[in-house]
Structure formats: C-alpha cells, structure tokens
C-alpha cells in the first residue's frame, strides 16, 4: 500500500478572517514508498456538525500537483485560497460551523490521504442571500387562518354527521379525533380574538446588528371587557437542528438566550379602550448572527403573549435577523463575535460546546442517518468526516468472523483482524477492526447480540459498510 503523511500549516493558525480574504499556507507530504498521485487537492470550505444533518460548502478548490513521489521525500506546495464569505464560524450546543482547509490526495486503487486544518472566520457584512420577511400580511394570514379553521370545524361537523349515517366506526374516529383536534385548533386562533378584536404586530426592524435594538409595535382594541394577567415581549435566540429524513425527522431546539420585557401588568380593559405599544428590546452585544444552513438554523424571535386568565392566550411569533454592523470597526467586531454568548441558564457556549454534543449523540441516531442514506455516497461522505474519530457503545451482531484484513487496510491493527457485523436496530452494516488478543472474543460469540465500544474511523463504499476500530 501507498503510505503518504499529510500535513497542513497556516501562515496565520491564530488570524481571524474575514469573507472574501486570502488563507495561505502550505501542503506537507512525506511517503516512505513511490505514491503515484492522480492529483493533490486542496479547498477552502465550511460544514456542519452536532444535532442536525451534515452541511457543507465550498469557497474554492485548486490541484497542487499530479504526478510521482519517490520514497523518502518531503514535499511542501504553498497554496493561497478564498476565505467563504458566509456562515461564521459558530460553536453551539447542537449546532457547531467550521471553516476548513482540506486536502486530499488521489491514488489509484487505494485509500485516499486526507489532512484539515480549522480557521476562524467572522464576516463583516450580510449575506448577500438571504429569505425575505414581511410583517405586513401578518393580519391577512390571521384573519385566513381564522375563517380556515372555522370552516374546517364546520366541515367537521357535518363530516360526522355524515359518516354517523354511513359508517358508524368512521363517525366516532371523527368524532374523537377531527373534532376535538380541530376545537383545538379554534381556541388558540379564534378565541382570543372574540375578546381582544383584531390584534396587530408589526417588527420594525427585521435586520439588526449585535448590540442594537429590535422595535416592535403591538396594539389591539377589546370589543369586550376582559381581564389581563400582564402582557410581554420575549427576546429568544435559538439553535434549530433537524435530523433524519422521512419518517425519521426529529427537530431539535436550544434556547441560549431569553430576556422579557413586560409592557403591561394585571388590569381590565374596557371595551373599546384602545392599547397601544411601541417599544424596543436590546440585541446583546455578543448576540451570534442568524443563519439559515438547510437543517442547521440558528433563530432570533420576538415572542408576543396576551396573558388572558381562564381563556386561551393570544401569541405571535415574530422573526428576524441579526447580521454584522457594517459600519462598525473590524476590530470591534471581531472581539464582540470571540465573546461567550450565555445560555438562558447562565452557562456558555464555550463551556457546553462540543462536550454537549458528543455526550447527547448517540450511536442509534448515528446509525440511522447513515441508513438512510444509502446509495447517496456524497450525504455518506458528510456524515463520516462529522462523525469520524467520535466513539460510541453500540449493541452489534457478528456475521463473519475473522476476516484477515491484510496491511492494505489502514484500519487494521497490527496482526489484527476485520470482522463483518451489523447494528440491531436499523440493520446497518459495519466492519469491526479488533485486535488480535480479542479474537477468541469475537470467533465465540456466535448468533448473540455482542456490545462493544468503538470509533469511527471511515465508509467501505464497495460493501456499503460503516467502518469501526473496537477499542481494546
């Protein structure tokens, strides 16, 4: 087998970029046996990794040479690449952004080397791209999703009606189920507004930069007299990371910041008494920016509440974006971004990082994304480099035994072994790398379901199997 040592050095390991600049360093290679190299690739690029599905993205992508190795050489080759302009680098709970420096060497008919080396970066202006927000059709969707819901609750009713005469069984399942759900439905949307009328929001700054302020107008006229517990503004900033695919979809949120503003306390409004509020909720000067990285989303909100005693609340959600100050000076904004943005309980992203995420992602979720996605050898490849070198206990069936790998395997320990095996639950195919002392272990365990902690050291896309160095 072709051995090839792959390094990277940064001319500036410890520089804070900015979108748009140049990364420069240089790409080390030493091989102890002639590599014949189909090409030496390296890019500049972020991805994903922590809760949601693996993103990933590419600034720019050079070959630094194809050709021959001989044995026993050192080569350097600079390389000066594109910083990409957006997202920032961001360290959270569920949700980690790294850029990196990737390379990458292809040999025929072997293993490819691959080397990464991180950068920070922090941009210094928007998106160019981003979803457009508006406020203005927030009464129209209100008043269409309030004449929806009555329609459908009608139908409801004449739905059961209807299936009662035909089909006793499909009545009492609309009966129990449509129903209810739909009654459901009306005292979150409906009900409030029989008391408070028609309630208008409205977000005056949909953009705002870290440390700024976020001004919000609210403001109803009662057509009856109804008590208010209090009524308040709360500022959320949230982490949204969404895994799976299909049925096996899962949201996961986390809340790391929370403040409220309280615009109203306990009081009666008379009918007819017109409210009114017009107020400004401050941004942290640490706030991290908004992005939208397909199921890695981090979320800035306003969330309205009309506390009303005995009778459903009225809520409204309202979004927007915290970007860069563009007009702020770069050192600034660099040491207000290195900042430690607090979670609402007080601790810091710095201290519940990348600790957090590997004790809460499992082997069974692991399994599962990598499920399914089979036959997808690019979705494959993103979810091994986030998960690679991450050790897991997993419950594990063996299918052949003893397996001799041979040193063409760069998994394979020293006079060590391969062994085909498969997860329980999904099924998902693997190939344990064991060493030597534990096969007895492995050549007895027979049809029984065997656990064992290993690491996850990379794909055999000829066999579809996730690969696993079992630790001794």
Request: aromatic share 8%.
């Amino acid at each position: 087998m072709a051995n090839c040592d792959l390094s990277i050095e940064l001319d500036e390991p410890d520089r804070i970029y900015r979108g748009g600049e140049k990364v420069r360093g240089s790409v080390n290679v030493e091989t102890d046996t002639s590599v014949n190299c189909k090409a030496l690739e390296v890019q500049s690029g972020w991805r994903t990794h922590g809760r949601g599905n693996v993103a990933k993205g590419t600034a720019e992508k050079v070959t630094l040479f194809s050709g021959q190795w001989e044995p026993g050489r050192r080569e350097a080759y600079r390389f000066e690449l594109t910083v990409a302009d957006w997202p920032p680098s961001y360290h959270g709970s569920y949700i980690n952004v790294d850029h990196y420096i990737d390379v990458r060497v292809k040999i025929p008919w072997a293993f490819d080397p691959k080397a990464s080396a991180e950068y920070i970066v922090r941009p210094h202006k928007r998106p160019e791209t981003i979803k457009n927000q508006s406020t203005e059709l927030t009464g129209c969707i209100g008043n269409a999703v309030a004449a929806i819901v009555i329609l459908a609750l009608i139908a409801a009713f004449g739905g059961m009606i209807a299936a009662l005469i035909a089909n006793p069984f499909a009545g009492l399942f609309i009966g129990v189920f449509i129903v209810p759900l739909s009654a459901l439905l009306a005292a979150k949307t409906v009900l409030p507004k029989f008391l408070l009328g028609n309630v208008e929001s409205e977000l005056m700054t949909p953009e705002v930069h870290p440390g700024g302020t976020v001004n919000v107008k609210l403001g109803f006229q009662p057509k009856r007299r109804v008590n208010i517990n209090r009524i308040t503004a709360t500022l959320n900033g949230s982490e949204v990371a969404v895994s799976g695919s299909g049925s096996n979809r899962t949201t996961h949120r986390k809340q790391f910041y929370q403040t409220e503003v309280e615009l109203l306390g306990t009081t009666v409004i008379e009918p007819g008494d017109q409210q009114a509020f017009s107020f400004e909720i401050p941004v942290p000067s640490d706030a991290p920016y908004s992005f939208d990285l397909a199921d890695n989303d981090l979320k800035w909100t306003v969330d309205l509440r009309v506390d009303i005693p005995r009778w459903p609340d009225w809520t409204k959600s309202l979004a927007f974006d915290v970007f860069p100050d563009q007009d702020a000076a770069p050192e600034e904004a660099d040491r207000a971004r290195l900042a430690p943005m607090d979670h609402a309980d007080g601790s810091s992203l710095e201290q519940t990082g990348q600790q957090e995420i590997e004790s809460e992602i499992t082997f069974v979720e692991t399994a599962s994304h990598l499920w399914d996605s089979r036959g997808d050898d690019q979705r494959i490849d993103l979810l091994i480099d986030a998960v690679s070198g991450m050790t897991f206990d997993m419950d594990v069936f063996i299918e052949r035994r003893l397996l001799y790998s041979g040193k063409e395997d760069p998994h394979v320990y020293d006079d060590g072994y391969a062994v085909w095996a498969r997860h329980d639950e999904p099924p998902l195919p693997l190939v344990l790398y064991i060493p030597r002392h534990l096969a007895d272990e492995y050549e007895q365990a027979g049809r029984d379901r065997l656990t064992i902690r290993g690491a996850v050291v990379g794909w055999d896309h000829d066999h579809e199997r996730l690969q696993v160095k079992v630790l001794p």
